[in-house]
């Protein structure tokens, strides 16, 4: 079961919002409501649903609801109409007794401009969630300082926020959101307002804090490269609709309309596209053969190269054409022509990063798991297709 | 079309027996808070020696603010004493603290509410526009009637003079908190009452003390009016001197009320720096 169900939800701004609801279905656009009624419609019937320990982007440019639906999910902003689940839980039906115990215990929150409290230090403001709920000082002091070590803010308890950088600022935002350990971390454009590098390292380190924390993350983003780096499935929004929702590489590879190719067209696909997107099926020889075989094999295929592997499909080495013949001449085995010593790079590795490696080998770049085991392998015109845009080889094809 | 004359008078002074007929009980209970507050407040004043008190005072300006205000104090409420006027300058301090205090007593909670209910705030901000525009000597009148002659309608007058900035500041304080520290307060399931006291008041203090610190001076200011109703003190001395045409004496006392003025302005002002610092 998903951990967050989201159906229809819907935010209808202004006198008597409900109204509209029905106007939505019936199929009303944005502006038809607003000249008619007059009404704002900040999210428009968005459904999606978040598994546990998944990083969920929502995406947009400024004005396309998406701060709205964040704040929708823990009622900071009053839904209109919809259902948010939590654990199958309705979090509209809540009391504000239920709710409050909902915002203490199950939902955290990062907000972009950070939102410390400058009359407090670092650690009393990451203790602040759990003050609220009653936690001892002991206690929460305890949490907070464990959460602090976390984000790298040891020995930073006692500044205040003013004393820190804007990078430093947002870890005691992420500590003071992660302090209570809750279920689901909303992040509100939570490294927007930080330097681009700065805010290359806080996406890695929160990458790093959700593998080891497993936390249900909703990251709200107007950066396409930002949400597509640590996101598992981006919701693309416009004009308050979710137009798309999918794994980053759906997105990339099959938007859902003009409009989402307009947003990804100016991707820097050397960033998001990985060597298993562009690799192709390698040619294989096991080490029993000959080398006449490799060699007829090298003919038949038309490659110049075989890649050897062992019968688990790890990789050994690569031999050539000119070795093969060789071979046949001076009667050697395979074993005594393999070339042990070549390039290699793991499925993972981003396109950028492949440059160096493929300009400095005359080999294909082997691609292989962690167990050693060939995925396949990637020659130059691959990398240079796939940069340009053009059809990009199926995975493994 | 002839038009009577609308009977605002009429009405007003109905009110006043009406109020006096039926409040009476409230007003005489307000009498003795009231009362017994300045009374209580200007015998401790008085019960020190009065150079002890001048170099307590100096000492504790010099703390809160700087050195120099420590000597001007110090030089200050010497010239005081010397000049006579020590009693009735305590009198009046007794006078313009209970009005301070009561003022925040009343105005904090007051500004609070219209922070937090913009229907209290658009009920309240006219009510305070006329307090302050409203020539204090006309509520002089139903204030005498109430409260009979004395100190008690003087404080009553000031603080209705003087409770405006307070109110106002409080409220002005609390609206400027930064949405999103209400909003992450919110977030993470605080309670209205937690919300006040953990993130908007300590936010809003500056405001508040800067609210305070205006209530302060406006009861001060209120001393020479006071004290046509019978409170005793500086102001007093000023009126007497005023009514007898004497300048020299007139301008003795309105000295002790500046010296007092600057040391309790500048105290109020320092007292949330000095904090700070810490």
């Not at chain 1, 609801?21 to 968005?46: F, H, Y």
């Not at chain 1, 984000?151 to 205040?160: Q, T």
């Not at chain 2, 009498?31 to 008190?53: A, D, H, K, M, Y």
């Not at chain 2, 500086?234 to 006392?253: I, L, N, W």
Request: glycine share 8%; charged share 20%.
């Amino acid at each position: 079961m998903p951990i967050i169900e989201v159906k229809k939800l819907t935010k209808i701004f202004g006198p008597d919002a409900k109204r509209a609801i029905p106007l939505l279905n019936d199929g009303w656009s944005k502006e038809k409501i607003l000249k008619e009624t007059k009404l704002t419609v900040g999210v428009n019937q968005a459904s999606f649903s978040i598994e546990e320990g998944q990083i969920f982007v929502i995406m947009g440019l400024s004005g396309s609801g998406k701060s709205t639906l964040v704040r929708l999910l823990n009622r900071l902003i009053e839904p209109t109409g919809g259902e948010v689940l939590f654990n199958g839980d309705n979090v509209l039906k809540m009391s504000t007794e239920k709710l409050r115990r909902f915002r203490r215990k199950n939902i955290g929150m990062v907000f972009q401009k950070f939102a410390l409290f400058p009359h407090r230090t670092v650690v009393q403001n990451v203790e602040y969630g759990m003050e609220v709920q009653g936690m001892s000082k002991a206690e929460r002091h305890q949490k907070a300082m464990t959460s602090l070590e976390l984000v790298g803010l040891k020995g930073w308890e006692d500044s205040y926020p003013d004393q820190l950088s804007g990078g430093m600022q947002q870890r005691v935002g992420l500590a003071r959101g992660l302090a209570n350990d809750p279920d689901i971390l909303l992040m509100d454009e939570a490294f927007s307002a930080l330097d681009p590098l700065i805010r290359k390292d806080m996406q890695d380190e929160l990458l790093e804090l959700q593998s080891k924390m497993k936390k249900t993350i909703v990251f709200i983003t107007h950066d396409l490269d930002e949400a597509l780096r640590i996101g598992d499935q981006i919701a693309l929004m416009k004009d308050g609709s979710i137009v798309q929702i999918g794994s980053p590489e759906e997105i990339l590879m099959q938007p859902a309309n003009k409009y989402v190719e307009r947003f990804v067209e100016d991707v820097d696909l050397s960033k998001v596209l990985t060597a298993s997107h562009i690799m192709r099926k390698p040619e294989t020889i096991t080490l029993e053969r000959g080398p006449r075989v490799a060699l007829q094999l090298m003919r038949d295929r038309g490659v110049s190269n075989l890649y050897v592997v062992d019968k688990g499909k790890k990789l050994i080495g690569v031999i050539s054409a000119e070795d093969a013949s060789q071979a046949i001449k001076d009667n050697q085995t395979l074993e005594s022509i393999i070339q042990r010593e070549l390039p290699s790079v793991s499925p993972e590795t981003l396109l950028h990063e492949l440059f160096e490696i493929i300009s400095t080998t005359r080999l294909p770049v082997a691609v292989i798991d962690e167990d050693q085991r060939l995925q396949g392998i990637i020659i130059k015109g691959a990398v240079l297709a796939a940069l340009a845009g053009n059809t990009i080889p199926e995975a493994g094809a | 079309m002839d038009i009577p004359k609308i009977p605002i008078a009429q009405w007003v002074d109905k009110l006043e027996k009406l109020l006096q007929e039926y409040l009476s009980p409230l007003f005489n209970f307000i009498r003795l808070i009231v009362g017994s507050t300045v009374n209580g407040l200007e015998s401790v004043l008085q019960w020190f020696p009065p150079l002890l008190l001048i170099v307590l005072i100096a000492a504790l300006t010099w703390y809160v603010a700087k050195w120099r205000m420590g000597i001007f104090a110090l030089l200050g409420l010497y010239l005081i004493y010397n000049l006579g006027y020590w009693s009735g300058t305590m009198q009046t301090l007794a006078l313009v603290l209970t009005a301070a205090i009561l003022s925040v007593v009343i105005g904090v909670p007051i500004g609070i509410l219209c922070a937090r209910k913009s229907a209290v705030q658009n009920i309240v901000t006219p009510v305070l526009d006329f307090m302050q525009t409203m020539p204090a000597f006309v509520y002089l009148l139903p204030a005498i009637t109430f409260f009979r002659l004395g100190v008690v309608p003087g404080v009553i007058a000031s603080i209705i003079f003087a409770i405006p900035p307070t109110i106002r500041l409080t409220n002005l304080g609390i609206r400027q908190v930064p949405a999103e520290l209400v909003e992450a307060a919110d977030a993470f399931g605080s309670t209205p009452s937690q919300k006040l006291i953990k993130l908007q008041l300590p936010i809003a203090l500056p405001t508040i003390m800067a609210g305070i610190n205006q209530t302060i001076m406006l009861s001060l200011s209120m001393v020479v009016i006071a004290s046509m109703i019978g409170a005793q003190g500086v102001g007093a001395d000023v009126y007497r001197a005023v009514t007898q045409a004497k300048t020299g004496v007139g301008f003795e006392a309105g000295i002790a009320i500046v010296v007092l003025a600057i040391i309790l302005d500048r105290l109020t002002q320092n007292a949330l720096r000095k904090k700070k610092k810490q």
